[in-house]
């Protein structure tokens, strides 16, 4: 009998221990399907954001026109070529989501209105000079090097009509300051 009994215990201890390498297994497999499913979902997070940036720069700069600077005296200060924003959507985007941009290049919005204007440099990923011009062509406010991404309010200091954005250090390159004139042409 007691043969019979230690043989009913041993089934009884191997059956606990087979459930318990079973149960074992299946947390294992589990496990690993997590970690499976969480290092892939962060490359295709990754890839994602790869994506966007591909997208971003597939922004390609498209000449409207022409800008020139030049001095409240009407002396030739430098000239760029730009994209003309002068419909709500194109104003609000502005040159977000640009990656790059080269010296000779910038955007004019141009309002309705001239009255105060405000910009911010949110999803802006390039620093800006940015110039607030009267009806009358007249540079009015200026505010350089512009911080990527911030959503500090950049307010004209007099009513603007126009707006002129260029890469960050460009006024200060060119010599260009509040009280000099721009002049632009579509093309």
Sequence with gaps: MSQKKSKKQNKKTNSRSNGTKIFGGIIVLLAAAFLIYFLTSGVNEKS???NQLKNMSA?????????TFNSAEGEYISQIEIEIAEDDASRMEGLMFRIDMIETQG??????????QSFWMENTFISLDILFVNADGKIVTIHKNTEPFSRK????DEPAKYVVEVLAGYVDRH???????IIWRRI
């Design 107 to 116: 955007m004019l919005f141009i309002f309705p209105n001239e009255e105060i």
């Design 153 to 156: 309010s950049l307010a004209s």
């Design 59 to 67: 922004i390609k700069f498209s000449k409207q026109g022409e800008l």
């Design 175 to 181: 010599k260009v300051k509040e009280g000099d004139k």
């Design 48 to 50: 994602s954001n790869n």
